[in-house]
């Protein structure tokens, strides 16, 4: 089974930046789709970005010239670069991961935007 541990959340000022990191157990190398999903209090969870094996990026209308999602098989982590954040990004954000043996999401990370 994969587990996936995110890190780097916080609170930050509009403007500001923050980098998410998901650590995986499994090779994230061999994972068919990574990427990051967010849910705010009392909205449905919403896809981010993610990144295919192939490389190709995905990101959701409000995300992008924002965030850049990538991968460092090295540390074995998937990232996500915010920034410019807004009020708005304010949620709990996921990293999730599509494999072979299945959907795997880790316990998500608070990021809350804020003066």
């Known amino acids: 089974q994969v587990q996936l541990v995110e890190s780097g959340g916080g609170l930050v000022q509009p403007g500001g930046s923050l980098r998410l990191s998901c650590a995986a157990s499994?090779?994230?190398?061999?994972?068919?789709?990574t990427g990051w999903y967010r849910q705010a209090p009392g909205k449905q969870r919403e896809l981010v970005a993610n990144i295919a094996i192939v490389g190709i990026t995905n990101y959701a209308d409000s995300a992008k010239g924002r965030f850049t999602i990538s991968r460092d098989n090295a540390k074995n982590t998937v990232n996500l670069q915010m920034n410019s954040l807004k009020p708005e990004d304010t949620a709990v954000y996921y990293c999730?991961?599509?494999?072979?043996?299945?959907?795997?999401w880790g316990q998500g990370t608070q990021v809350t935007v804020s003066s």
């Open positions: 999730n991961a599509r494999t072979s043996q299945g959907n795997y």
């Open positions: 499994g090779s994230i190398s061999r994972f068919y789709v």
